[in-house]
């Protein structure tokens, strides 16, 4: 595997399930985000990961939970969503100094999520 | 509230002309800029970075950065029907958090 990868590509689930969304980075990066992109709008940001630490929840509703076990996976655990939360699930990664290329952030394919 | 502002498009070019792109941004100290380009149903694609004033060129792809003015551009030389998607400007407005700020994104179509 190369790049950023993340599974499941499509997902559909009740308001009552739970499930989670996966992401490795196979570029040996140590910053990674989740971002929302909802239809005609512009990609949100969830959250952000630096060294495995939680760096930035931009109040996201807590049926997202995410977790990073290490450097290279995130998370993004799901309970109880509403239709509304439907979305293209994006998982991003980058390197952890900041300054110049190391903020360029590659782009997993996305997690397709339709909640009935 | 940080902004990042784009035309939402469509922007319509012939094939073989200049599709010009452009972007500008609410937080003057924003210091990294970047430009992604988006096929329909498929994920963010990096194609361009810019951190200084000037010009940056990358085979077809050019950056342009003016910070004095706010405004970052992408100029797409002898365009081609492939380049038809949604570009999207990517503002890194504080460095500390390492979050990009995005634009809605314009939508490209190139007329064979």
């Known amino acids: 595997e190369t790049g950023v990868t993340q599974t499941p590509r499509h997902l559909v689930m009740g308001m009552t399930n739970k499930k989670s969304l996966k992401c490795e980075q196979h570029?040996?990066?140590?910053?990674m985000y989740w971002y929302k992109q909802s239809a005609k709008k512009p990609l949100e940001l969830m959250f952000v990961?630096?060294?495995?630490?939680?760096?930035e929840n931009n109040s996201v509703p807590s049926r997202f939970s995410p977790e990073c076990p290490n450097s290279s996976h995130l998370f993004l655990h799901l309970h109880t969503l509403q239709p509304e939360d439907s979305a293209l699930y994006l998982c991003?990664?980058?390197?952890?100094?900041?300054?110049?290329?190391?903020?360029?952030?590659?782009f997993g394919p996305g997690t397709r999520l339709t909640v009935l | 509230q940080k902004e990042v502002e784009q035309n939402s498009g469509p922007l319509s070019v012939p094939e073989g002309a200049i599709a010009s792109l452009n972007c500008t941004y609410s937080d003057r100290g924003s210091q990294s800029f970047f430009w992604y380009r988006q096929y329909s149903g498929k994920s963010p694609e990096l194609i361009m970075s810019i951190y200084s004033n000037g010009d940056k060129e990358d085979g077809r792809f050019t950056a342009q950065l003016n910070k004095a003015s706010q405004y970052v551009s992408l100029l797409i030389r002898d365009s081609q029907p492939s380049d038809s998607a949604t570009y999207l400007c990517?503002?890194?407005?504080?460095?500390?958090?390492?979050?990009?700020?995005f634009g809605s994104g314009t939508r490209l179509q190139v007329q064979p």
């Open positions: 990517a503002v890194l407005m504080d460095m500390g958090r390492r979050a990009l700020t």
């Open positions: 990961y630096n060294f495995k630490e939680q760096t």
């Open positions: 991003a990664s980058s390197q952890a100094a900041s300054g110049g290329s190391y903020n360029e952030q590659f």
């Open positions: 570029l040996g990066h140590n910053a």
